[in-house]
């Protein structure tokens, strides 16, 4: 295996004590345990939509393992580790198509693969059945939503946050990390996912207590710090 070249990769920066990366692609690189950490596939939305007469390219599910498949082979990660939202809906396995569908199993074969379940899946599905509610790596609590009022070590997804800046008279918003002292919440990967202001109030809700939060935008190989909150 060629080891992961941070500045190839993402942009690198310490978090618990340990060392990650974290890439544009909105997937985070944990050096330590070789492993990829993913938020919020949201894996056949397009079909979801579909079903219900608003007609999208129903290939996000594609896009999005295409994705896990380039960060795995830029890492040589060795660990998937899914925080939940993992499909769209319930029935989204069951509408993988064919070549979805097989690029999933490739992967969790390839991988030691965990889902970690959101509130938009299920355990009664033959792709999830193994989800767990949330896992605890190296004092660190991986888990689908922040969980408010939280003092320990924490990564997390579900929030999808965004940051925006007006740069030459052009307002950019790229997808961000949100981050305390102790707790992380990460972008959503998913090809076909919506985004929430970094610094709406329930974001900065779910990371109390806390002294200052900031979001993390990976641009150029490096990680730009933007702060959202700072305590009095």
Same mark, same amino acid.
């Given at each position: 295996?060629?080891?992961?070249?941070?500045?190839?990769?993402?942009?690198?920066?310490?978090?618990?004590?340990?060392?990650?990366?974290?890439?544009?692609?909105?997937?985070?690189?944990?050096?330590?345990?070789?492993?990829?950490?993913?938020?919020?596939?949201?894996?056949?939305?397009?079909?979801?939509?579909?079903?219900?007469?608003?007609?999208?390219?129903?290939?996000?599910?594609?896009?999005?393992?295409?994705?896990?498949?380039?960060?795995?082979?830029?890492?040589?990660?060795?660990?998937?580790?899914?925080?939940?939202?993992?499909?769209?809906?319930?029935?989204?396995?069951? &509408? +993988?198509?064919?070549? #979805?569908? *097989?690029? %999933?199993?490739?992967? !969790?074969? /390839?991988? $030691?693969?965990?889902?970690?379940?959101?509130?938009?899946?299920?355990?009664?599905?033959?792709?999830?059945?193994?989800?767990?509610?949330?896992?605890?790596?190296?004092?660190?609590?991986?888990?689908?939503?922040?969980?408010?009022?939280?003092?320990?070590?924490?990564?997390?997804?579900?929030?999808?946050?965004?940051?925006?800046?007006?740069?030459?008279?052009?307002?950019?918003?790229?997808?961000?990390?949100?981050?305390?002292?102790? &707790? +992380?919440?990460?972008? #959503?990967? *998913?090809? %076909?996912?919506?985004? !929430?202001? /970094?610094? $709406?109030?329930?974001?900065?809700?779910?990371?109390?207590?806390?002294?200052?939060?900031?979001?993390?935008?990976?641009?150029?190989?490096?990680?730009?710090?933007?702060?959202?909150?700072?305590?009095?």
């Amino acid at each position: 295996m060629v080891p992961v070249m941070f500045d190839q990769f993402g942009a690198s920066f310490e978090f618990a004590g340990q060392d990650f990366a974290l890439a544009p692609s909105r997937a985070l690189y944990w050096a330590e345990e070789r492993a990829l950490i993913v938020a919020d596939l949201h894996l056949e939305k397009a079909s979801w939509f579909a079903e219900r007469g608003q007609m999208l390219p129903p290939y996000d599910s594609r896009e999005t393992l295409s994705r896990v498949a380039d960060a795995l082979r830029a890492t040589g990660a060795r660990r998937v580790l899914c925080l939940g939202d993992n499909f769209h809906d319930s029935h989204g396995p069951a &509408r +993988l198509e064919p070549h #979805a569908a *097989g690029m %999933l199993d490739a992967l !969790m074969r /390839a991988t $030691d693969w965990v889902w970690i379940t959101g509130n938009h899946d299920t355990k009664d599905t033959s792709v999830e059945a193994q989800g767990l509610p949330e896992l605890t790596v190296r004092g660190i609590a991986l888990r689908h939503e922040a969980r408010p009022g939280e003092t320990g070590l924490e990564l997390s997804g579900h929030y999808h946050p965004k940051f925006a800046v007006t740069a030459r008279g052009r307002r950019v918003s790229r997808p961000c990390a949100v981050a305390s002292e102790r &707790r +992380l919440i990460l972008p #959503a990967f *998913g090809a %076909l996912t919506g985004g !929430m202001n /970094a610094a $709406d109030p329930a974001i900065l809700g779910a990371l109390q207590p806390a002294r200052a939060i900031d979001a993390l935008v990976p641009a150029a190989g490096k990680l730009a710090r933007f702060a959202l909150w700072r305590s009095a």
